[in-house]
């Protein structure tokens, strides 16, 4: 079975580097992403321009090849070159080397391609799909992307390799003593702030600490912390490239960790930690996890021992506080995010329509009054309960008996509601359509999607007919979206004294592929 599975998925080929400088932190969530595609029947290939010995070994225990030859002068064609050799569909990029023009070469080749980002660092999108994992990402900085271009964005996208499975469902118990302390300052750590975290360590009054210390494999200061382990004073343990890191995790009471992809392992298994930023690209991430109290930010890599040893005493004195980071930073991931990624690059649906039912009587008001909602409707009143009961009972009976009206509700895949697309019927036998999306599933894709799947669902026993949409002129996103889903503008009119724009869709969906439904919280 996996066999045959393999061949109809092939191999993804991954590009991306590492190094003391840069850090392991793109090949380590990648792999993630890798393991995934392993998981459901493929192969893996890294092309790599740097890499680290650590890294090499690494990705060879996780049988994924490595294609070392890639260089700065000729990248593109050279990544182009190793995925047309392996017969490569899609290909991952994660750096911030990459820009705009890599990814329309990418395209131009005829790849499919995932490009990872963290804060919008190419000033054009052309990627099939864009992953943002971080608890800060947005749609704004992608407002410049192709019409095809689909954003993954937010911590249900984050990548968790495999050995952070068994963890899904695990529930940490409070300690009280929080005597069990688990420091992470990334796989090269070049500043040496492990060095201040324990040194930090070893001026905190905690009753009989125990001390867990993990140093990635291309840190170059491990002999100097083996000689400063040995003289702390402390019950230290120095490991150097674990591969049990989900285990450590769960054994400690408290983490100092680097703000880095780390923190997405410290939500799933709810343990409080104090962040320090040690790179640029980390500060919108800690500032986020201590603002939504997943996590305590203390500071950058300048941050001194005391500061430190202070944050640390604060914090396991407060068990109610430890409490609360648990509870909200393990709300943020629940570990499937790489599946999920690997799932819609493969054409699964992660979004479902459902028939309107009565129980959604409430739920389609709360939406339908929404301000955002009212301010682009032509009638921007709100709706009392008593008249949305009429209208939606009379649209309810008018879908079941299969005559002038379709409500269709929008679901992830757990069953939690995105919105509502409806369908009325004109005399002429042409539909109009309407749109209305909750305010957490809006701005990151998802529009677009949900129209081209109630095309389907209206249009498979009516696939001569013609859809219509009327658009406030000044409700760019919803324009956008219809685009997206193949409508194009018959003009301007006037509907209820509102300027507004005609869109009209002529074609058949039912003959087509079924589109790759977008959603993230």
């Not at 100092?256 to 923190?263: K, P």
């Not at 409080?272 to 690209?281: K, M, R, T, Y």
């Not at 949900?450 to 919803?478: C, M």
């Amino acid at each position: 079975m996996k066999t045959n599975e393999r061949q109809v998925i092939g191999t993804l080929l991954i590009r991306a580097d590492a190094s003391t400088a840069i850090g392991t932190g793109h090949v380590m969530r990648c792999l993630a992403l890798a393991q995934a595609w392993q998981d459901a029947g493929g192969r893996a290939v890294f092309a790599m321009a740097q890499s680290t010995e650590s890294i090499r070994a690494c990705l060879a225990r996780e049988q994924c090849d490595v294609v070392d030859s890639i260089f700065p002068a000729d990248d593109l064609q050279q990544t182009i070159s190793a995925a047309r050799e392996r017969n490569c569909e899609w290909v991952v990029v994660d750096g911030y080397q990459f820009d705009a023009d890599y990814q329309l070469g990418l395209k131009a080749a005829g790849l499919r391609v995932l490009f990872l980002d963290d804060y919008g660092h190419s000033r054009h999108y052309a990627a099939d799909l864009v992953l943002n994992q971080n608890i800060s990402a947005a749609p704004a900085p992608y407002s410049n992307r192709e019409r095809e271009t689909r954003l993954l964005l937010g911590t249900r996208y984050a990548t968790l390799r495999r050995e952070f499975n068994p963890w899904s469902n695990w529930e940490r118990k409070l300690s009280v003593d929080c005597r069990r302390l688990l420091v992470m300052m990334g796989g090269s750590d070049q500043a040496n702030v492990t060095a201040i975290v324990i040194e930090g360590l070893r001026q905190v009054a905690i009753d009989s600490p125990e001390v867990t210390v993990l140093v990635g494999g291309s840190n170059l200061h491990f002999p100097e912390l083996q000689s400063l382990a040995a003289s702390s004073g402390l019950t230290l343990q120095l490991l150097r490239d674990a591969s049990n890191i989900g285990e450590i995790m769960a054994a400690a009471d408290v983490a100092i960790s680097a703000a880095g992809s780390t923190c997405w392992e410290l939500c799933l298994l709810g343990l409080p930690a104090l962040l320090i930023d040690v790179a640029d690209n980390q500060s919108a991430v800690a500032r986020a996890l201590h603002e939504r109290g997943c996590a305590i930010h203390i500071g950058n890599q300048g941050i001194s021992a005391e500061t430190v040893a202070q944050e640390l005493k604060w914090l396991a004195a407060n068990p109610e506080l430890r409490q609360s980071l648990t509870r909200r930073s393990r709300e943020l991931v629940d570990g499937k995010g790489a599946a999920r990624v690997i799932s819609i690059m493969r054409g699964a649906s992660t979004v479902r329509l459902r028939t309107a039912r009565e129980t959604d009587r409430r739920l389609l008001w709360e939406w339908a009054n929404d301000p955002e909602v009212r301010a682009a409707s032509f009638s921007p009143d709100p709706i009392s309960w008593e008249t949305h009961t009429a209208w939606f009972d009379a649209k309810l009976h008018a879908h079941s008996s299969g005559s002038s009206s379709a409500i269709f509700v929008a679901e992830d895949d757990e069953g939690v509601p995105l919105g509502q697309i409806r369908f009325d019927l004109w005399r002429d036998g042409d539909w109009e359509v309407a749109v209305a999306l909750c305010a957490n599933a809006r701005g990151k894709g998802l529009a677009s999607e949900l129209i081209k799947s109630g095309l389907r669902e209206i249009l498979e026993e009516n696939s001569s007919t013609r859809v219509h949409a009327f658009i406030k002129s000044t409700n760019v996103a919803s324009l956008k979206a219809f685009e997206r889903a193949d409508f194009r503008s018959m003009g301007v009119d006037q509907v209820r004294g509102h300027s507004a724009v005609h869109l009209i869709y002529e074609g058949n969906l039912v003959a087509g592929s079924e589109p790759a439904y977008l959603h993230a919280p």
